[in-house]
Structure formats: C-alpha cells, structure tokens
C-alpha cells in the first residue's frame, strides 16, 4: 500500500470515530428508523449532486447488485448502530465496530480477494489488544438492552466486513462514484416504510439536524466515495485497516463533545491500534527509508 492511501484512510478514520458521536446525538430524539433514513436520504442527494457535477450515468443494470450493497454496507449496519446509541455510548460502539476487519479478512479470503497470513493475523491481535486498552470508558450497567445493543454493533460490523469484498468486485464493473450513488439509493428505498411508521414521534431539534446533516454530507456521502476510491488501488483487508483506529477517535469525540470516561489506556491502546494497521494494510513509515539503504551500492 502506498504511503498517501494509508494516511487517507487514517483520515478517513476521524471522520467515521466521529460519526458514532454524532449517531449518538441524534438517535435518541429523532430515533433509529428516522435517523437512519435522513443521513441515507443526505447522502444520496450529496452523492447524485456529484454525479450530475461530473457527468457520470446511473449505474441501473446493476441495480440487483447495488440493492445487495446497499443492505449489507449501509441500511442494516446505520439502523443497527442507530439503534446501539440508545443505549451504549459512542466510544463502546466505536469499539465494536473494530470487528469488522475479521470478519473483511475471513470474507475476502473466502471471496479470493485476499489471503490470510500470520502477518494479518498478529494485527488483528494487537488490534483487539489496543481497543482493550481503550475500553475504560467507565462502567455501564449490564442489562438485556445492552448485550442486545451489543450484539447489534457486532452484527452491523459483521454487515461492513462481508460487503466490503463485494464492493471490490463492484469496482471491476462500476466507477467508485456510481456505487457511493446507487447503494445509497437501493438502501434509502428499504429504510423509507420504517422512517414513514417512526416520523411521528421523532422530534427534530437543531442538534439533531445538524449532526444528520454532517453525517450525511461528509461522512456517509463525500467519505464513502473517497473510500470507494482507495478500494480501487488495495485489498479489502487493507480498505478497512482505519476500523481499527476508528476507536481511538471515536472514544475521544465522545470525551470531548459528551463527557463520556476518557480512559488511561487509549495513548498506549492508540499505539497498538496503529501498529495493527501496520501489520494489516503492509504500510510501514520506516519502508522507504529501507528500500533506500538496500539500494546503496
């Protein structure tokens, strides 16, 4: 992998630790179904303004494909985590999302996108060792709500893993842009009866707008693109490398904006995290600076 697409998905990673704070923010007032149709709803109008902007055509032979996409990468996993934040804070969702990269890797090694090695293997090990670290967060009482909870964002991860293989091979056939559009389309169809049964007893107060708002626009809509877009130069192991450091932001948005804990253990968990990336995606800082030794004569 090289160096500039490594420190876009870091990038990237900010941006989605902060959209479970913002999920976070907006789920109990609007609720699940609501929230999870207006950030779709945003994303898709972002997305289509692209396409016009740049000239691309509907993917809609595909529509089959992208409506499967669309499930797996955006309707479940967004109404499973919007559901989560009723009841976990955003650094405990955070957190559980970091599975994905398992299940990405098993995925993709069962697709033949990817292969298993014992290199990938210790970065998930040190991965889940670094998100650990970082779980001192503060208690949260145990309850039937919470291993459900739970469970979701373990489900809505496994959701991520499982498609991102089957985004790649979309690439063979679509541009990165026409699949952002049109899996964001196929999953705005599918949440729009639950949204209609909900809007009732949604309330929409500024702070809940403003954060579907942001989600829709920059972290949905612009960042799946440009995430779509890496996909097309690395492996899908490699592509969800920033789940891993999604963590470590995740939890500190939640201290800053929330108050949430803010643990002892996310400076050296945020080292491990990093190191896990490493290990997965085969980025090292320090690669250049060999191949330049090895090259003198």
């Known amino acids: 992998m090289k160096a500039k697409h490594f420190f876009q998905l870091v ?130 009482e145990l309850s039937t709500q919470v291993v459900l909870a739970a469970l979701a964002c373990v489900a809505a991860s496994a959701c991520y893993g499982i498609s991102t293989p089957l985004m790649k091979r979309a690439l063979s056939r679509m541009q990165p842009l026409q699949i952002a559009c049109g899996l964001h389309a196929a999953a705005l169809l599918m949440l729009v009866p639950g949204a209609a049964w909900s809007w009732p007893g949604a309330q929409f107060t500024p702070a809940a707008l403003m954060a579907v708002a942001i989600m829709g626009v920059v972290t949905s809509g612009i960042a799946y693109w440009l995430h779509l877009r890496i996909l097309v130069a690395v492996s899908p192991v490699a592509a969800m490398s920033p789940i891993f450091m999604i963590p470590v932001f995740g939890v500190a948005w939640g201290n800053l904006f929330l108050g949430e804990k803010l643990g002892t253990g996310l400076f050296a968990g945020g080292a491990l995290v990093l190191l896990a990336s490493a290990l997965i995606t085969g980025f090292s800082p320090w690669q250049r600076w060999l191949d330049l030794a090895d090259a003198k004569p």
């Open 11 to 140: 990038a990237l990673s900010t941006l989605w630790g902060a959209s479970f704070m913002l999920i976070r923010i907006a789920s109990p007032v609007l609720g699940p179904n609501v929230l999870a149709a207006l950030r779709i709803g945003m994303a898709t109008l972002t997305l289509t303004a692209l396409m016009r902007l740049m000239r691309h055509n509907w993917p809609r032979g595909h529509w089959r494909e992208l409506a499967l996409i669309g499930l797996l990468s955006v309707a479940l996993p967004f109404s499973l985590f919007a559901w989560a934040a009723l009841y976990l804070p955003s650094g405990y969702s955070a957190l559980l999302n970091s599975t994905a990269v398992v299940f990405g890797m098993l995925a993709s090694a069962w697709f033949k996108e990817d292969t298993i090695t014992t290199r990938k293997l210790m970065g998930c090990v040190f991965g889940f060792s670094g998100v650990g670290l970082i779980v001192g967060l503060g208690p949260v």
